[in-house]
Every structure is written in C-alpha cells, then in structure tokens.
C-alpha cells in the first residue's frame, strides 16, 4: 500500500472560543489510482491535509505511513528525499539561479552527488516537457505556464512515490491550465508516479482515479 492515513485528528490552538478543528479521525487509503484530486472550499483543510502528508506540518493525533515507511521524527529526511515531490499555486523558483541551477540544486538537497547524472536527469526531464531551450534562462524570462512547467519537472525529477500538488494551476490561464493537466496525467501513466492534487480547477476530475470531498472533518469519496 503506498499511502495510508489513520484516525488522524488536526485542530490548531485557537482564542477563547476554543481549539480550531481541521480534522477528525480522519482515515484516507491511497494505493491503485494514479491522480487522487481533493476539492473544498478555501479554508476547509485541503492544504493542512497535504501539508501533514509532506511532513510540513505533523497531525495532533493518529498515523500516516508512505512507502511502508511510518512518519515520525527519525524519518522524515529520508521521506522528504526520496519519496515526497512538491508543487505550489506559485512555481517558487530561485531568481537567482538558471532553470539548470535550480534543478541541480533539488537533486543535490535529495541527495544526488554525480554531476554526470545531475546533468542527464536535468536534460532528459527538460526535453520531456519540451522546454530544453530554457536550460540557462533565469526564471524572470519565462512565461507563467513554462514557470509552472519547471515547477512541476522539479517536482518528479528524482522519480518520488508521491507527488502533493497544491493548486497547481492556479495561477495559469486555461489553455495552459489544461496543458498542465494533460502532462500531470502523462505522468502518472508513463511514470507511475502518483499525485494528489488539492484544487477547485474541476478540469481536474477528467483525469481523477478517485475525487475527493472535505465535509463534516473528513475526506468523502464522490462516486464516479
């Protein structure tokens, strides 16, 4: 089983008028499907949900176990590494660096010392998303969509088990929304890697194994 969440509890420390509750004894099984999409309104719990599942934030009570390996302290490093991918609303690339050096520098944070590999990983995932021209490009020279684009290649270039998308497409215009889904769903074909997406882009449900719902504290699965 890939992932699985068990009797997970999350409230926040609140005012006077109490704790805030997120969620309760909430249980979620991730295994089979391919792209797994959560819908809610905003402030419901969709980014507390995979903030917990990507180890940024812990749940006040209950399990969450990835790979077969159990979230707790002593392993954290090694899931974030090599078994948690990331994507934001916002690509949250380093201005800094050239798309090359904000790659090489992910590779290197999970792990990657071979400049040989580095190289050939890098130019083999821009080639796959067909932005290889934009290898020594600074991120302030690209268009919303490719910046997302690279955003998304950073995500899966170390083949992680997981993947947790966060309005991936938010902050795209719909042709290059629905691109980006297009490429999430060739990704989890060709690939296997696996995605849960948090959103309110129903696009999203064309390419969905299983949907998703917050409602009374807890996830509820919509028949398809």
């Known amino acids: 089983m890939l992932l699985k969440v068990k009797n997970i509890n999350k409230s926040y420390k609140g005012s006077e008028s109490g704790d805030s509750i997120i969620f309760k004894n909430l249980d979620f099984v991730f295994d089979q499907e391919n792209v797994v999409t959560i819908y809610g309104p905003s402030g419901i719990g969709k980014t507390t949900f995979l903030n917990m599942l990507g180890t940024v934030d812990l749940p006040s009570s209950g399990e969450i ?4 390996i159990k979230y707790s302290s002593e392993n954290y490093q090694v899931l974030r590494k090599l078994h948690i991918g990331y994507m934001f609303q916002f690509h949250y690339l380093l201005p800094e660096f050239t798309i090359f050096e904000n790659l090489d520098l992910t590779l290197r944070i999970k792990g990657e010392s ?27 020279h690209l268009s919303g969509g490719e910046k997302q684009k690279i955003s998304l290649a950073r995500a899966i270039i170390n083949n992680p088990s997981l993947v947790l998308a966060d309005e991936p497409t938010g902050s795209l215009d719909s042709d290059s929304a629905n691109l980006m889904i297009d490429k999430i769903e060739s990704i989890g074909r060709d ?22 719902n917050i409602n009374n504290l807890r996830l509820v699965k919509k028949i398809i």
């Open 191 to 212: 690939r296997g890697i696996k995605f849960i997406i948090a959103t309110h882009n129903k696009e999203f449900e064309r390419i969905s194994d299983s949907i998703y």
């Open 65 to 68: 176990c990835l790979s077969g």
């Open 114 to 140: 071979s400049g040989k590999k580095i190289k050939n990983l890098i130019n083999e995932v821009l080639n796959d998303f067909k932005v290889f021209d934009k290898i020594n490009c600074y991120p302030s």
